[in-house]
């Protein structure tokens, strides 16, 4: 049973004066996250809501806000470092607590044992509670006992700051730095990247979550509501070309050693999860796949002719586009194929809805966010769904929930000059259906041999679900449509 150690000195309220931050659990049951970037060093002032990192889970690249003001007198894991959900992370001196002037001592860091952070009260079973945090909660609070205040005398001046004496170093992980002294200016110089702490930019919470969604830097935003507030209008007309990768993502900038004949890559974060959930969906649901090759010619005609349409001005049209929705009008003449297995109660979970999961190939690996409801969808709807899902997948800003509740997926290798291949399905889904390269060939069209827009699909399915049958008419009627489209009309 976790406890709570009450404090041993100090005016009532003193404990809270340094709070601690653990990492939150971010997306659903996970229970670590890689610590990719910090946006704050110690000295730095904090306020309610500022971002001070950005960590990466198992499923996405997620930045964390502070949920208290402050300063920053404490650090405790570098970049890089994967941390699991409900660890201190950092340390925040709120300021003295009212009625007292002693100066209090950060607390010790999980190795020691610490003080629970601000917030966690006791609960009557002398459980602290979890910490709320914007994002999560901790879900794993360590045990906490207050290690012995140093004496210190109230009327000595304070010539530098208090170095805490646990706490800076953790797993081999140093970081150390003095705590700030009440009153003292914090550190003029905040972390690369971000703005002083007097400076920023002042947005509410729905408008930095659009700006987070857009790739938009609120730092760049001019405002143009009351008191300098950064309004959505803003953040549209702010609205520009993605930005280069962050630096978290791009190459390692350490060169392989000279004549070295092997590199180890350590397997974490999106590359861990997606290869933990391959070997699950392979060794739990039994794969069928299927092939077909297809002459795609006239759909690639409609392709040409769709980027001239004005209903689609501004919108990304390719092959994909009109593969995704030969997909769903097939599993709307079919609608059993779009099912999940359900091994506890024993069922079949037919479902009314679909959203079409479209592999993704990232600098952090392979993701597969999905477009909810995508069954409702118009084609230009379609379109500009898939063109966000893309570009928020490119610039590492896909949120844990965007990847989550898939039903099928297609992956596009024909974009690597793959002609096919045999996909593993993501675990839960019924089906992944492989887009192959739209190569010119020679093809009997009319009884004449001509060349041909001709390409392979590739449908893996669980055979749980769906049978020899039923997945050879969902993967028939996806090459039918794309061979004449009309049939979306028709079919649709």
Known sequence: MTTMTAPQAGPRGQAQRFREFRMPDVGEGLTEAEILKWYVSVGDTVTDGQVICEVETAKAAVELPIPYDGVISEIRFDEGTTVDVGTPIIV?????????????????????????????????????????????????????????????????????????????????HARTAAAAVPGAAPASAPATGTAPAGERPLAKPPVRKLAKDLGIDLATVVPTGPGGVVTRDDIRAAAAPPATLPAAEQAPADAVPAGARETRIPIKGVRKATAQAMVTSAFTAPHVTEFVTLDITRSMKLVQELKEDRAFAGLRVSPLLLVAKALLVALKRHPEANAAWDEAAQEIVQKAYVNLGIAAATPRGLIVPNIKDAHDKTLPELAAALGELVSTARDGKTSPAAMQGGTVTITNVGVFGVDTGTPILNPGESAILAFGAVKLQPWVHKGKVKPRQVTTLALSFDHRLIDGELGSKVLADVAAILEQPKRLLTWA
């Open 92 to 172: 925040v001196d709120a300021g003295p607590a009212a009625g007292g002037d002693a100066p209090a001592e950060p607390p010790a860091d999980p190795s020691a044992g610490a003080v629970a952070p601000a917030g966690d009260e006791p609960a009557a079973n002398g459980e602290p509670k979890r910490q709320a945090v914007l994002v999560g909660y901790g879900v794993a609070p360590s045990s906490t006992t207050r290690r012995p205040r140093k004496a210190t005398a109230s009327s000595a001046p304070a010539a530098a700051p208090a170095v805490p004496a646990q706490g800076a170093e953790l797993n081999g």
